[in-house]
């Protein structure tokens, strides 16, 4: 990107390829001046990477942190926004960097103190949802995180008591940030699962601890998730992993290493579609100002109408997650 290599873990159909390449030439961090700048800059954004709005910051704070996490998220600032954008973004004092996950409906609000160190620690573990479905194209997210992974492989992700454990990662995620939690049903991906020891036989919900690349820890007492007080399970698998009261395991070749070996192809064919993208863009530009893909959802506020939905306040803190 502007004559320099640049590494791409995104979509690779064509149409997304473009709203991608949009987005890295676009500018580092958003200068937004009023309500409805910040409505349109959030729409512009999309849904595919999460957005960062810092609310009474000044772009210096975050903008070495805009360039370095340019290819994984939307950075802005606003100065001048009204009660009903703090009321809308849920947070009740300034300055105040709020990350939202559009595509996972999830918020989360950083108070401060706001020094480097603090300001790229969130930044990082704001990068993911609190619970990361695993997919082809989700897993790529996790190739530059050094976290540790905790792993659920649960029967079907779709199915409603999945529904009720994934809300419990959540919320130990969000007490736990020195870790990412994924998720992956057996049905939706077998093949990935297996990889972990679980076969039909297997007795689902399954955690394991894994490092991201060959090696995972099973915790000793732990292995597999029954219906009752799911979440004091989960509390007793992290504080037995800490404890270091685990199986220390690799995992099985199968169809999962080979998904990550054919990544080799996989680049080949991207060199194509890039060069193709490219000349898209170069199109584009000549006709129309740099936009980004729109989405489809509810209205945000704006200086002059949009009302924001009723949501309850939150306590005020260094650091706060929410769903939506």
């Given at each position: 990107m502007h004559g320099v290599p640049t590494d791409y873990y995104g979509p690779r159909k064509?149409?997304?390829?473009?709203?991608?390449?949009?987005?890295?030439?676009?500018?580092?961090?958003?200068?937004?001046?009023?309500?409805s700048a910040i409505s349109e800059f959030v729409e512009e954004a999309g849904t595919s990477f999460p957005i960062f709005i810092g609310f009474g910051l000044n772009e210096s704070a975050i903008?070495?942190?805009?360039?370095?996490?340019?290819?994984?998220?939307?950075?802005?600032?606003?100065?001048d926004f009204s009660d009903k954008t703090m009321e809308f973004y849920d947070f009740d004092k300034v300055p105040a960097l709020v990350a939202r996950h559009p595509n996972y409906d999830e918020q989360s609000t950083f108070y401060g103190p706001f020094e480097e160190k603090f300001i790229e620690d969130y930044i990082k573990q704001s990068l993911l949802?609190?619970?990361?479905?695993?997919?082809?194209?989700?897993?790529?997210?996790?190739?530059d995180d050094?976290?540790?992974i905790i792993l659920t492989i649960l029967e079907d992700e779709t199915d409603e008591r999945a529904n009720r454990l994934v809300k419990l990662l959540k919320a130990a995620a969000s007490a736990n940030r020195d870790f990412v939690f994924v998720f992956v049903g057996f049905k939706q991906w077998e093949g990935f699962a297996e990889s972990f020891e679980v076969s039909k036989k297997t007795k689902l919900p399954k955690m394991v601890?894994?490092?991201?690349?060959?090696?995972?820890?099973?915790?000793?007492?732990?292995?597999?998730i029954e219906d009752e007080d799911q979440g004091s399970q989960i509390t007793r698998f992290i504080q037995g992993y800490k404890d270091g009261n685990i199986v220390q395991k690799r995992i099985s070749a199968g169809s999962f290493m080979g998904f990550v070996n054919s990544m080799i192809g996989v680049g080949t064919?991207?060199?194509?579609v890039f060069v193709v993208a490219?000349?898209?863009?170069?199109?584009?530009?000549?006709?129309?100002?740099?936009?980004?893909?729109?989405?489809?959802?509810?209205?945000?506020?704006?200086?002059?109408?949009?009302?924001?939905?009723?949501?309850?306040p939150l306590r005020s803190g260094e650091k706060?997650?929410?769903?939506?």
């Amino acid at each position: 990107m502007h004559g320099v290599p640049t590494d791409y873990y995104g979509p690779r159909k064509a149409d997304l390829l473009v709203r991608f390449l949009k987005k890295f030439v676009a500018p580092d961090v958003a200068i937004l001046n009023s309500d409805s700048a910040i409505s349109e800059f959030v729409e512009e954004a999309g849904t595919s990477f999460p957005i960062f709005i810092g609310f009474g910051l000044n772009e210096s704070a975050i903008s070495h942190f805009a360039v370095k996490y340019k290819k994984r998220a939307w950075f802005s600032v606003s100065k001048d926004f009204s009660d009903k954008t703090m009321e809308f973004y849920d947070f009740d004092k300034v300055p105040a960097l709020v990350a939202r996950h559009p595509n996972y409906d999830e918020q989360s609000t950083f108070y401060g103190p706001f020094e480097e160190k603090f300001i790229e620690d969130y930044i990082k573990q704001s990068l993911l949802p609190l619970a990361l479905p695993i997919s082809e194209e989700t897993l790529r997210l996790l190739k530059d995180d050094e976290r540790k992974i905790i792993l659920t492989i649960l029967e079907d992700e779709t199915d409603e008591r999945a529904n009720r454990l994934v809300k419990l990662l959540k919320a130990a995620a969000s007490a736990n940030r020195d870790f990412v939690f994924v998720f992956v049903g057996f049905k939706q991906w077998e093949g990935f699962a297996e990889s972990f020891e679980v076969s039909k036989k297997t007795k689902l919900p399954k955690m394991v601890v894994w490092d991201g690349d060959e090696e995972y820890f099973s915790v000793v007492g732990s292995d597999s998730i029954e219906d009752e007080d799911q979440g004091s399970q989960i509390t007793r698998f992290i504080q037995g992993y800490k404890d270091g009261n685990i199986v220390q395991k690799r995992i099985s070749a199968g169809s999962f290493m080979g998904f990550v070996n054919s990544m080799i192809g996989v680049g080949t064919v991207t060199i194509i579609v890039f060069v193709v993208a490219v000349v898209m863009i170069i199109q584009s530009l000549k006709e129309e100002p740099l936009t980004v893909g729109t989405r489809d959802e509810g209205d945000y506020p704006s200086s002059s109408n949009s009302q924001p939905e009723a949501r309850q306040p939150l306590r005020s803190g260094e650091k706060q997650d929410k769903e939506d």
